[in-house]
C-alpha cells in the first residue's frame, strides 16, 4: 500500500485502493510477529502460486495455517468471510500478494531462533519459541471456522478436542486492565521451571485444580504462552509458545500457586524477559 502511496507501482494497481484493498492493508501490519519457519516457509509457497487454495482439497493442518493468516489480515469481526470466500478475495489483490510475498521472505530472513514444530499427533499448526495472536493459537486448535467462532479473552483455554490446558500469561500486569484479582506472580523461575498463578477462585480440590494437579496420569497436556505485557505502543503483543509443561508442585489456593517444568528449556535470548518479575 506504501508503494502506491509513493507512485511506485504501475497500471490498474496504481490506481484508488478498493475497499478490500484498503482492509488488508491495515491487516498486513498485524503480521510483523510472525516468526514460526515452518509456517513462513508454508505462505510463501502458498503465495507463490497463481490462484488461491481449494479449501475442499486442503488438509486439516493446512486450512488451520489458512486460517490464521486470514484472521490477521481480515480481522476477527463477527461478519469475517468464509476460508474460501476469504482466499479467492485475497488473491484478487495483486498489489496485496506481493506486498505479503516480501513481507514473508523479509520475516523469514531475519528469524534467528530455531521453531520446531509441537512434538503431539494433532493438527495443530504451532511451533515452539515462535509468536502468536490469542486469535492465531484459537484458530490452530479449530476453535474458529466457517461456522464457529470460539474466542475469549480468558486466561485458560481448555481444548476438550485435544484434552490440552491452554495457559495465556501475561508478566506484567497493567492496573488499568486487570483487576486487583486478576494481577497475578507469573514468572520464569529457571529455564526449565516457570511459575504461574491459576485463576482467582481456583481451589486445589476443585476440578480445574485436579485437572491440573493430575493432568499427566488422566491423559491431558499443559501447553504455555507467555507476553511480556499486554501492550506496547498501541499495539497487542503476541505470546511466545513455550511448549508442554508438566505439574511439578502448588502452594495455597484462590488462586493456586503452581510451578511447571517446561519440556524444553527457554532459549538464553528469551529468559532475561521471561524472568523480568522475579
Not at 486439516?60 to 463477527?78: A, F, H, I, V
Not at 502452594?251 to 511447571?260: K, L, S, V, Y
Request: with cysteine; hydrophobic share 40%; proline share 5%.
Amino acid at each position: 500500500m506504501l508503494q502506491r502511496e509513493l507512485g511506485w507501482l504501475a497500471g490498474a494497481a496504481s490506481g484508488e485502493p478498493s475497499d478490500d484493498e484498503q482492509r488488508l492493508g491495515r491487516g498486513v501490519g498485524r503480521l510483523l510477529h510472525l516468526d514460526d519457519t515452518d509456517r513462513l516457509s508454508f505462505l510463501l509457497q502458498g503465495l507463490a502460486h497463481g490462484q488461491p487454495p481449494v479449501v475442499q482439497n486442503l488438509s486439516e493442518t493446512d486450512r488451520r495455517r489458512w486460517r490464521m493468516l486470514l484472521l490477521q489480515l481480515w480481522g476477527t469481526s463477527p461478519d469475517r468471510l468464509a476460508l474460501q470466500d476469504a482466499l479467492d478475495r485475497l488473491w484478487a489483490c495483486p498489489a496485496v500478494l506481493d506486498e505479503l510475498r516480501d513481507l514473508f521472505a523479509l520475516l523469514l530472513e531475519r528469524t534467528d531462533h530455531l521453531a520446531p514444530p509441537l512434538d503431539w499427533d494433532q493438527p495443530v499448526p504451532l511451533a515452539l519459541h515462535a509468536r502468536y495472536s490469542r486469535a492465531e493459537i484459537y484458530a490452530s486448535f479449530g476453535l474458529i471456522t466457517d461456522t464457529q467462532q470460539t474466542n475469549g479473552q480468558s486466561g485458560v483455554l481448555f481444548d476438550r478436542a485435544t484434552q490440552c490446558n491452554v495457559l495465556f500469561i501475561t508478566l506484567k500486569k497493567s492496573e488499568r486492565l486487570f483487576s486487583p484479582t486478576t494481577r497475578y506472580n507469573d514468572y520464569a523461575i529457571s529455564p526449565w521451571e516457570f511459575h504461574w498463578e491459576s485463576q482467582s477462585l481456583t481451589r486445589e480440590a476443585s476440578s480445574t485444580g485436579q485437572r491440573y494437579i493430575h493432568h499427566v496420569e488422566r491423559g491431558s497436556r499443559v501447553l504455555l504462552f507467555v507476553r511480556e505485557e499486554s501492550k506496547r505502543g498501541g499495539v497487542t503483543l503476541p505470546f511466545l509458545c513455550l511448549g508442554f509443561a508438566d505439574y511439578v508442585s502448588h502452594e495455597g489456593q484462590r488462586p493456586m500457586a503452581i510451578c511447571w517444568r517446561l519440556h524444553r528449556a527457554i532459549p538464553g535470548g528469551f529468559y532475561p524477559e521471561l524472568a523480568v518479575a522475579v
